[in-house]
């Protein structure tokens, strides 16, 4: 019966098409069997798709990691975390700093002075042997010019502009060879307490149309501040450095992604981290200068942006494609452009092909300037799921894997792959809205603090995967205060602390004071494992000293929008990512507690607000790392947090792979790769390659 | 007919309406933000957010939205809010990934159905069916997620083959047979999980439509007549047992969009149901809304489509 007969073999014949295909696929071991190119690859998997591979757009992981690759900086830091030049093959960090001759002031020792009088005073100062002297090169009488600024009006009207048209006294000029936080200081001593500080810009200035005195005042101040100091940066670009078309980096390039970060059109994320600039000059095509506005220590740093190239992105070449698309030249920006799509640097790889939600795939630059990558593509893949990461990992076609906590015991000691670990930038906390009694006592904080067992929370947790923290600096880093002990786990103490503050049990077990019992919500966001079992283990340990604790988990964006940044909340478990410079303006000033700020926890001191401006404004690292320890070191004793844990990584890859290095006299060795000081292992991807077979390094 | 056509796609219209205004009213009134507007991001100011938002269109009042969007849409102009690229043609792109996966899903869905179903209802009560019937009843109730996992561990540890993906990655400089054979393979795991619950359904519904076919009496007829049993069976009864399955395929058609969220995410499979996920997660309304508004045709002409098929199957329907 041909009806029975079909209805049989259809299914057996579509289970033998399927079946049979296994023969042809690659497996571990095997990975170059039909497809030796394979062996030229790095695959990586990556859990989330890159949004724009335009480094000055984007800010996701992903996106950064190929950009990484793809762009280069002008500067970077190296295995030990200093800077190392790039596409600069050097730099200078000078300064300039002005004041306005005070015809009201009295100088102790010269009187009252003139303007040429006082450069000439100062010029003989500079000969005298003293460290503070010998800094400054030149001192110069600036000619008064008169100018106009405009600025916004403030009251009803914000749109409105006053322009203030300015005839100000002469102003002198100090050039200095490294930049000086306490210049003004210094001089002060020489020059008066209050030279500085009685200069009056009021009579030099006349607003159109006519503002309040008390405006007047304030804008005059802005216009004609009585002492600057504009520190620069002057950098070298190595010769011979070009983009992936061939076209040389020159200094245009460097000033065009610094006017493409700034451009309101752009929306660029980086923007904050630029705005102290006042001027990015370009001296010669190798020779590019930045000029700050203010002392302005993370300046540096910030010059790992990748450089974007000018002739691929300017006005004209967007116009042009916004033609070629047939969209509107007005309203295309580089947010339009197919740049961000297939983006051109001068990094060891250039960009290749981008499938969304597949794969990024990069081919590597044979031009660049230090000797092209070993391996000849790079490829991303997106992998959205962490246990097919780890499937796709032993069959081979994923090179690295970042280990769960919970499988490290295991694969840290399987044979077939090599491992790396080491602690993250970041860390998670229990903030305390301070603000709201309790919590506005810094023992209860720290009583809080002491009933939970953070050991026990990394041992069950975490699997063991994490270390103790007790301050907001990166703990690999220097600033960070390694002196400080965490808080004990002691919940006797902190109930004798408690009773220090005013909190009694009552007959109900509950601890009060004055009639109110001590209860309060604990919250986080949903969709984190980890936060919610700090959730629970808080809430018990709490209760364990007589503390009511409610808690809630709430989607992510209903707990930043109507938690977070309105303020409302009373302890909240939650985590931060950092980068290696020290700057806490943002999460700890005492300005930036509003609404929709990110000190939400109202973190309040004095000294630290202080210490904090310091450190933006201090270039010399010993001092920065002085003022960092001091500030840990308010911060652990006020407790606003309580500060948890930094988690470890460990990551696993191919035993194959190792580094290859050519030796002066031109023999290759091999070598393993070993992590750096952060606990990278990637940092000499370049030199990478994988064999096929493992080399064994004990012979 | 003409006027049953005309009045059931005036319906649908109207219907379709009513799905675009509740499905952009349910995105729009959910909470959250596009992901590019992050306002826990250290480097954003309120000014910042602002301007994207009006970028996007997000300070203008709902209705304009609706208006803007629908007119995006019909024109083809719309782009995701996530990479600025045109959403039809990325819808296009995934459905062409999708497709493969739906075919074969299908093909082995509707192949292996049948037999068993027929089998399983003449030999009823038969070990063979007691036995199908309690492997229908352990597939339709294992979660397939967890199926797949269990599938995925085994066949990598045990083999050390990829099975993830569309095929094994880095794969494209090998010779074609090797690329297409790979490719083949990497269809297995996911179809057949996607067709085992299909299956293990489908083939309950084959039972229980041939097991009242076979108790009607022209059955009992044809076999009166001394006809071999295949022919009572699978020329008689069948035939009679198809009837309604040839509506279901009208109502397959909506699956080619939906495809599968779980299957194609844990498979990192990049078809439309990952995007749709993907989307959501994203907040890129421009897409998810896309995606809602084709579904919604595709359900609809589904329904029509089923309608008409069932009329021409069986000339005792008319409409």
């Not at chain 1, 403030?154 to 060879?177: E, F, K």
């Not at chain 1, 929306?267 to 203010?294: C, F, G, H, K, N």
């Not at chain 2, 959501?280 to 919604?296: E, G």
Request: glycine letters at 6%.
């Amino acid at each position: 019966m041909t009806i029975r007969r079909f209805l049989i073999a259809a299914p057996t014949l579509v289970t033998l098409v399927l079946l049979i295909s296994y023969f042809w696929v690659p497996s571990y071991e095997e990975q170059a069997v039909g497809n030796p190119e394979r062996m030229t690859r790095f695959i990586t998997a990556s859990s989330g798709d890159a949004s724009m591979l335009n480094p000055i757009l984007s800010a996701d992981s992903a996106s950064s990691q190929i950009g990484m690759l793809v762009f280069e900086g002008l500067i970077d830091r190296d295995e030990h975390l200093q800077f190392r030049g790039r596409i600069a093959h050097s730099w200078r960090i000078s300064a300039k700093a002005y004041f306005y001759v005070n015809p009201q002031a009295v100088t102790p020792r010269w009187g009252s002075v003139e303007g040429p009088a006082l450069v000439a005073a100062l010029r003989e100062a500079i000969t005298r042997d003293d460290s503070f002297w010998n800094n400054i090169t030149a001192i110069d009488l600036m000619p008064a010019e008169p100018f106009t600024h405009s600025a916004p009006k403030s009251g009803s009207d914000a749109t409105a502009t006053v322009s203030l048209h300015a005839q100000p006294p002469a102003r002198i000029q100090l050039t200095l060879d490294n930049v000086d936080p306490t210049l003004f200081e210094t001089l002060a001593t020489e020059l008066g307490p209050d030279y500085f500080d009685t200069f009056d810009p009021v009579p030099y200035v006349t607003a159109d149309p006519v503002v309040s005195d008390e405006q007047l005042a304030t804008l005059a101040r802005q216009a004609l501040p009585a002492t600057t100091q504009n520190p620069i940066i002057e950098f070298h670009l190595r010769p011979g450095v070009t983009f992936h078309d061939g076209h040389p980096v020159t200094a245009e390039d460097v000033r065009f992604t610094y006017e493409a970060i700034m451009n309101p059109r752009n929306l660029s994320p980086r923007l904050p981290d630029y705005e102290p600039v006042q001027a990015v000059e370009v001296i010669d095509p190798m020779t590019v200068r930045i000029v700050y506005s203010r002392l302005y220590s993370p300046a540096l740093g910030t010059w790992n942006m990748g450089i974007l190239p000018a002739h691929r992105l300017n006005d004209d070449a967007l116009r042009a494609e916004a033609l070629a698309r047939g969209a509107d030249p007005d309203t295309y920006g580089m947010r339009q452009s197919l740049f961000n799509r297939r983006p051109i640097g001068s990094g060891p790889f250039r960009f290749d092909e981008w499938k969304s939600d597949q794969f990024i795939r990069l081919d590597r630059f044979d031009d660049y300037w230090e000797g092209p990558a070993h391996y000849q593509q790079y490829v991303m893949r997106i992998i959205p799921d962490s246990l097919t990461q780890e499937m796709e990992f032993y069959a081979g076609t994923v090179d690295d894997y970042g280990v769960q906590p919970h499988q490290v015991d295991r694969l840290s000691q399987d044979e077939r792959f090599q491992s790396f670990s080491g602690t993250s930038f970041g860390y998670s906390y229990i903030g305390y809205n301070t603000r709201r009694p309790p919590f506005d006592d810094p023992r209860v904080r720290r009583a809080l603090g002491m009933a939970i067992d953070t050991q026990r929370i990394i041992d069950f947790v975490l699997y063991g995967q994490g270390e103790r923290i007790t301050g907001p600096f990166v703990k690999q880093t220097d600033f960070y205060n390694q002196a400080i002990e965490p808080l004990p786990f002691d919940p006797q103490a902190a109930l004798a602390l408690l009773a220090e503050a005013g909190w009694e049990r009552g007959s109900d077990g509950y601890l009060q004071k004055n009639g109110r019992r001590m209860a309060f919500t604990l919250i986080t966001n949903n969709g984190n494992p980890i936060r919610r079992a700090i959730l629970a283990i808080a809430q018990d340990a709490w209760k364990k000293i007589g503390i009511q604790v409610e808690t809630d988990l709430l989607e992510w964006s209903v707990f930043i929008q109507r938690r977070v940044n309105q303020l409302d909340f009373d302890a909240l478990v939650l985590g931060w990512s950092m980068g290696i410079d020290p700057d806490l303006f943002q999460i700890w000033h005492s300005s930036q507690s509003d609404p929709f700020q990110l000190n939400f926890v109202g973190f309040n001191d004095p000294e630290a607000d202080d210490l904090i401006l310091r450190i933006r404004r201090e270039y010399d690292h010993d001092k920065q790392v002085a003022y960092c320890h001091r500030l840990h070191e308010i911060i652990a004793d006020a407790q606003p947090y309580t500060f948890l844990f930094v988690s470890r990584w460990t990551a696993l890859l191919d035993r194959r792979i190792v580094r290859q290095i050519q030796t002066p006299d031109g023999r290759m060795v091999y070598k393993p790769i070993e992590p750096t000081i952060t606990g990278g292992y990637t940092y000499h991807f370049n030199q990478w390659i994988k064999l096929p077979q493992a080399p064994d390094f004990d012979l | 007919m003409l006027a049953f056509l005309g009045r059931s796609l005036i319906q649908k219209i109207i219907t379709l309406f009513f799905v675009s205004v509740v499905s952009f009213l349910i995105i729009h009134l959910a909470p959250g933000e596009p992901s590019q507007i992050d306002p826990l991001n250290p480097k954003f100011t309120p000014e910042m957010v602002e301007r994207m938002r009006q970028e996007f269109h997000l300070d203008r009042p709902m209705h304009v939205q609706y208006a803007l969007f629908y007119r995006d849409l019909f024109s083809g102009r719309i782009v995701s809010w996530r990479d600025n690229l045109p959403v039809l043609g990325k819808i296009w792109e995934r459905f062409l990934n999708s497709l493969p996966l739906f075919i074969v899903g299908t093909l082995l869905t509707w192949t292996f159905s049948f037999p068993v179903g027929i089998r399983s209802a003449i030999r009823r009560d038969g070990l063979f069916d007691k036995s199908t019937t309690f492997l229908a009843y352990v597939l339709i109730s294992i979660p397939g997620f967890f199926f797949a996992y269990i599938l995925i561990i085994l066949v990598v540890t045990q083999f050390h083959v990829p099975v993830i993906g569309m095929y094994s990655f880095g794969i494209d400089t090998a010779p074609p047979l090797v690329r297409f054979m790979d490719r083949i393979w990497h269809l297995v795991l996911p179809s057949v999980l996607g067709a085992t619950g299909g299956i293990a359904v489908l083939s309950r519904y084959v039972r229980s439509q041939m097991l009242e076919i076979i108790g009607q009496d022209y059955v009992r007829t044809a076999r009166a007549k001394g006809l071999p049993n295949d022919t009572v069976y699978y020329r008689h009864a069948l035939r009679n047992a198809l009837l309604p399955f040839v509506t279901m395929f009208g109502l397959i058609l909506p699956g080619l969009i939906g495809g599968s969220v779980i299957i194609e995410s844990i498979f990192s499979w990049p078809g439309m149901g990952r995007m749709a996920y993907e989307a959501i997660l994203a907040r890129d309304y421009p897409v998810i809304l896309t995606l809602n508004f084709i579904t919604a045709v595709l359900v609809l002409a589904g329904t029509l489509i089923s309608d008409l098929l069932y009329m021409v199957v069986d000339p005792r329907i008319r409409l």
